[in-house]
């Protein structure tokens, strides 16, 4: 009996040494695939986007619930190093933050200013009917003088608030539908060549009238 009970401590001992050998043996493993993972994440080509930065953040999330498990059984210097990758994600999280939020802020600028320009285009030849690709496919030589009669119209009805910006897109539109015009040019119905070539004439007084001087009053405000 005095021998059973030995042999059952001496298992018991060894049970609990072999318990403790594999919970220090997972706490390593757990540690160095954290430690592992914030090293590739700093190596990566960054990509600044909120979604690629949640899958990142995501995967290390899953490496910390491990290592809270079983960081009780590392020594003194793999904690250390455990802690030391934490704080090295705590920076990369901190960069990432930084360049995401100047990437969205410079897409809603260009947003911003692409919205902007396909209203002023709108307002010169018809809803949607000039995109960013400015094709005038729609133009012919039927309704080319009623478009051309629209656009110095307009520009003319809204000269005194157009901006320099204004100005630039507009000319580079007016280009457009000039050279939309010598595509049709041959087919145009009679008489309506001269009267194109009068709005065209009306076209540039008001330019040079208003562009100019828009300009010289942001300049002067810009000096202010």
């Given at each position: ?6 042999l059952i ?5 060894m049970?609990?040494?072999i318990?403790c ?8 493993e757990d ?6 993972y914030?090293?590739?994440v700093e190596k ?16 290390y ?6 290592t809270?498990?079983?960081?009780t059984?590392l ?17 990369l ?14 897409a ?6 692409s919205?902007y320009?396909?209203v002023?285009?709108n307002s010169?030849f ?9 094709k005038f496919d ?31 897109e507009?000319?580079?539109l007016y280009e457009?539908?000039d ?5 049709v ?5 009679n008489g309506d060549?001269?009267k194109?070539?009068?709005?065209k ?9 208003h562009?100019?001087?828009?300009k010289a009053e ?6 202010q």
């Amino acid at each position: 009996m005095k021998k059973i009970n030995v042999l059952i401590a001496v298992c018991i001992t060894m049970s609990g040494f072999i318990a403790c050998k594999n919970s220090a043996t997972q706490a390593k493993e757990d540690a160095m695939s954290l430690n592992n993972y914030v090293d590739s994440v700093e190596k990566l080509n960054p990509v600044y986007t909120t979604a690629y930065w949640s899958e990142l953040d995501e995967g290390y999330r899953l490496r910390v619930s491990e290592t809270d498990k079983t960081n009780t059984a590392l020594t003194a210097s793999e904690k250390e190093t455990l802690a030391a990758s934490k704080a090295q994600f705590a920076e990369l999280k901190t960069s990432y933050a930084i360049e995401i939020s100047a990437a969205e802020n410079q897409a809603k600028i260009t947003t911003s200013a692409s919205d902007y320009r396909q209203v002023l285009r709108n307002s010169l030849f018809g809803e949607g009917m000039i995109g960013s690709d400015l094709k005038f496919d729609f133009v012919t030589a039927n309704n080319l003088l009623s478009v051309f009669r629209t656009f110095v119209n307009t520009v003319q009805d809204n000269r005194n608030v157009y901006t320099r910006e204004d100005w630039d897109e507009i000319k580079v539109l007016y280009e457009a539908l000039d050279t939309r015009k010598n595509a049709v040019e041959k087919e145009l119905p009679n008489g309506d060549n001269t009267k194109i070539a009068g709005l065209k004439i009306k076209f540039s007084a008001i330019k040079a009238t208003h562009r100019g001087g828009t300009k010289a009053e942001e300049n002067k405000e810009a000096k202010q």
